[in-house]
């Protein structure tokens, strides 16, 4: 018996299922030790987005449910930073715990992308090169873009792992299974949604009508039991965002941002425009932590000839700024593109061509929903994974069809991958020891003058918003130097009016100036 257990693990150790987990290990520790390392470089690194999620999060930790439920950021992200904050936090101490969580998610991403890799039949040089290859890219959304736009992208390989799963027709579990990360997706970011949606649908359909014709009862079955998770997750959100904002939404941010790009408005955001605005609860931050409240006029492309030229335009903008930005990730990624079409009508072996356009059909639907709104490079996150694992997709046909070289294909293998890594690691190396300005003003501010309570500035309004955030104080946005500047910032209930680069003998009523100015010369006026 004892031989026979032996045996066994000596099997199991050589096995290739054991050697895959090895060199998945082997990347999650490498991508760990380069995370955990780097996160010195990065500590200061804030944004807008990062200080609404944060502080939103602390809502759900500290029990206020009421301000916590919010329209326009998707509530997942919040969800799962929680238990950092449970035993107490300072805003350095919460900005730390929100990039160890994303590290954490990026370690996920890995895993899912190395599940979906195993549906593509990857060598397993070119997989583990595969993976090293995305480090970069995932560090670049756990320091720099600390939004869940990453938590999103993980959520949906998973989702694509199981609706690109060749078991899918026969397992009813992968319609659950479809479902339930469809709708983690949506809890991540609203526009999670309407690509779930159309996405599983779509590949159903194709499924039932072509692929496994004679499965179809099954594939049917998981559409219905798919869009029935997803639907019951996603409505009992909707419903908390009906009893908060008395109408039926699955979010708020769409509504928002189709506003924003309107004829009248035109991209001149009311938070910059308007003057100071009063954050939506005592402890937001600033009025950017809800947005849902401030109005912007409503269109529609179809209410005029003229509105729909004008979505027209916007549109194909659009869609320069996606091919400029997809240029931008990589200099191969039109290569890679193209090499995917010749391959996809050249190649006559069925499944090469069904995987082929199943990624490519995947990164048509995700990033055409952009186009209507507005398209900024880190909502293509699920582009920039898709391109390198499409890549090493074909180098494996390439290799497969040609009978080339063992060390051929895995230099050439290399040398792609390096090129698909050198943009993120550059913004990477160039963004280290940044950021640290906003944290040190606030330190001089706190420890100097006791600033807090409601704060606003003449102008650096991403700066003092920073600076706000550290201070555990309320922005409410910046007002121009002007007479009767005084009473205005009375009327709004300013504690603190932060001048910046100005040396001129300054009187403001109701205010007087407590500091010697600080670097970078910022004066600061208290209400008196």
């Known amino acids: 018996m004892l031989i026979s257990m032996n045996k066994k693990i000596s099997s199991f150790i050589s096995g290739k299922r054991f050697i895959d987990n090895r060199d998945l290990i082997l990347a999650l520790i490498l991508y760990l030790i380069i995370g955990i390392f780097s996160l010195k470089y990065y500590q200061h690194v804030i944004n807008p987005d990062t200080i609404c999620y944060i502080g939103i999060a602390a809502k759900y930790a500290e029990g206020d449910f009421g301000n916590a439920v919010n329209g326009y950021w998707g509530p997942l992200f919040s969800w799962v930073l929680v238990p950092f904050l449970l035993t107490g936090h300072t805003p350095l101490s919460a900005l730390t715990s929100i990039k160890i969580l994303s590290l954490i998610i990026g370690a996920f991403n890995i895993t899912g992308l190395w599940l979906l890799s195993n549906k593509f039949r990857m060598d397993r040089t070119i997989r583990l090169l595969f993976i090293i290859s995305t480090i970069p890219l995932i560090l670049y959304f756990v320091y720099i873009k600390i ?54 649908i779509l590949f159903n359909t194709i499924y039932y009508f072509k692929k496994y014709k004679p499965d179809k009862k099954m594939v049917r079955n998981n559409l219905i039991i798919g869009l029935a998770v997803f639907l019951v997750i996603s409505g009992f959100w909707a419903l908390s965002l009906n009893e908060k904002y008395g109408e039926l939404t699955f979010g708020t941010s769409s509504e928002y941002n189709q506003a924003l790009i309107g004829p009248e408005v035109q991209l001149h955001d009311p938070m910059t425009n308007n003057g100071l605005i009063k954050p939506p609860n005592d402890g937001a931050t600033s009025a950017w932590e ?30 320069l700024q996606t091919l400029t930005f997809l240029f931008e990730f990589s200099i191969i990624t039109f290569l890679i593109l193209i090499m995917a079409v010749i391959i996809l009508f050249k190649s006559s072996e069925s499944e090469h061509k069904f995987k082929i356009a199943s990624l490519i059909v995947t990164m048509a639907i995700f990033t055409m929903g952009y186009w209507t709104i507005r398209v900024e490079p880190r909502l293509l996150i699920l582009i920039y994974f898709l391109i390198p694992l499409l890549a090493g997709y074909l180098i494996c046909i390439i290799k497969e069809k040609f009978k080339i070289n063992n060390n051929i294909i895995t230099g050439i293998a290399a040398i792609m991958f390096v090129l698909l890594v050198v943009s993120p690691t550059i913004t990477l190396y160039e963004t280290a020891n940044t950021d640290n300005e906003a944290y040190k003003i606030s330190n001089t501010l706190q420890e100097n003058y006791d600033v807090h ?76």
Not at 294 to 312: A, D, L, R, T, V
Not at 313 to 318: A, E, T, V, Y
Not at 463 to 492: E, P, W
């Open 147 to 200: 939004t869940p736009d990453l938590l999103l992208a993980t959520c949906l390989i998973f989702y694509l792992n199981s609706i690109f799963n060749p078991e899918y027709p026969r397992k009813y579990k992968h319609g659950v299974i479809s479902g339930f990360t469809g709708a983690l997706a949506y809890l991540s970011k609203v526009y999670a949604l309407p690509f779930f949606l159309v996405h599983f």
């Open 290 to 319: 809800d947005p849902s409240y401030i109005k912007i006029p409503g269109w529609s492309p179809f209410e005029s000839w003229e509105s729909f030229n004008y979505q027209m335009n916007i549109i194909w903008n659009n869609i």
């Open 453 to 528: 309570g409601n704060i606003a500035s003449n102008t650096n309004r991403r700066l003092t918003l920073f600076v706000a955030y550290y201070l555990g104080a309320q922005y409410y946005g910046s007002a121009k130097f002007t007479a009767n500047i005084g009473d205005y910032l009375q009327k709004n209930n300013i504690d603190y009016y932060l001048v910046y680069e100005s040396t001129e003998d300054l009187k403001i009523d109701h205010y007087q100036e407590i500091t010697i100015p600080v670097k970078p010369y910022i004066r600061v006026f208290k209400r008196v």
